[in-house]
């Protein structure tokens, strides 16, 4: 049985998944209305997994023998003002989630909950690639800065990579 104190830090940490989720569908809706049918589809995928992080935590929460609750969500930013600054949110929000699931890893420790520490170890790796994703995108946008051709082919580039993602097994699952 799951103590108090791990309950209430896996109900917050389902909370910022959720947040998560609606921020890069927010992201996903305005690039979709700017035309940037790459980032859109990129951004559309990245939501469905923050909800499947959710859901993991929900299960997992309920089968431990405590309740998952299913939180509000705020509303997200609707308007963002070029690519750069999506991406600049993405890394900055998914650098914050990190330091959350590192205070989690930590909450256990303290409560000798090896079992939650050990399920949150995939969370512990996933981070380290979100980050590693975000980097990676945000430099190529720097170098490409506000030229035309450089932004459709970036756009057309990450198309791609969502598309051979979406095709590779799921590891999320
Ligand atoms: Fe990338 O945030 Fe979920 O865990």
């Not at 109900?11 to 049918?37: F, R, T, V």
């Not at 089968?63 to 609750?69: D, L, S, T, V």
């Amino acid at each position: 049985m799951i103590n108090k104190q791990i309950e209430a830090a896996l109900n917050k940490q389902i909370s910022a998944e959720a947040s998560a989720s609606h921020l890069y569908l927010a992201m996903a809706s305005w690039a979709d209305s700017k035309g940037y049918e790459g980032v859109s589809n990129f951004f559309y995928s990245q939501s469905d997994e923050e909800r499947q992080h959710m859901l993991k935590l929900v299960k997992y929460v309920n089968e431990r023998g405590g309740h998952a609750i299913v939180p509000a969500v705020k509303e997200p930013l609707k308007i963002f003002d070029c690519l750069t600054h999506v991406f600049q949110d993405f890394l900055d929000h998914e650098v914050r989630v990190t330091d959350y699931i590192n205070k989690l890893v930590h909450i256990c420790y303290e409560n000798r909950d090896y079992t939650t520490q050990n399920f949150l170890q995939w969370y512990v790796a996933e981070q380290i690639e979100e980050e590693a994703l975000a980097r990676t995108i945000l430099d190529k946008l720097k170098l490409i800065g506000d030229d035309k051709g450089g932004l459709y082919l970036f756009d057309r580039d990450i198309n791609q990579l969502t598309v051979t993602s979406a095709a590779a097994p799921d590891e999320n699952a």
